[in-house]
């Protein structure tokens, strides 16, 4: 079973709208289930230490060093442990052009954060929940 909050469902979703028709490909990362908070009443049922999808990082970032020295930038190391693709003519599949991590999310239109598909890196189908959860609200000093 993978976890995600369901405001960041919503905005792959707009990811994959804005990218149409070229796919999206966007690098996830989690927050334990302790340091959300929110009224879902699913949320006390989980672990805390289970990992989930809170955050993403904008796929264009540190594309011009990427693209020179193929250095991903964008992601910090070890800070993406999922993947959103974008599969605008199908299939609701991994596929072999994807970029894989631990876990990959798949949507294809008609664009519906309840339609998204969680794959392991294999490309075999896991459960996919969505919680109405807010992860911690992150500053800078």
Not at 56 to 61: E, I, T, V
Not at 85 to 105: F, Q
Request: no cysteine.
């Amino acid at each position: 079973m993978l976890y995600a909050t369901a405001g960041l469902l919503d905005v792959l979703v707009e990811f994959a709208i804005d990218r149409e028709p070229q796919q999206a490909n966007v690098p996830l990362a989690a927050t334990p289930a302790a340091e959300l908070t929110g009224t879902d009443h699913r949320l006390a049922d989980v672990n805390p230490d289970t990992p989930v999808l809170t955050h993403f990082y904008l796929p264009d970032a540190g594309g011009a060093v990427s693209s020179v020295f193929g250095v991903d930038l964008g992601t910090p190391s070890g800070g993406a442990q999922a993947r959103f693709v974008s599969h605008p003519t199908g299939p609701l599949a991994v596929i072999k052009e994807d970029d894989l991590a631990g876990a990959v999310l798949v949507a294809v239109p008609p664009w519906d954060a309840k339609q998204i598909r969680a794959f392991d890196r294999r490309g075999t189908g896991v459960e996919l929940v969505g919680l109405d959860a807010e992860p911690p609200v992150e500053t800078l000093e």
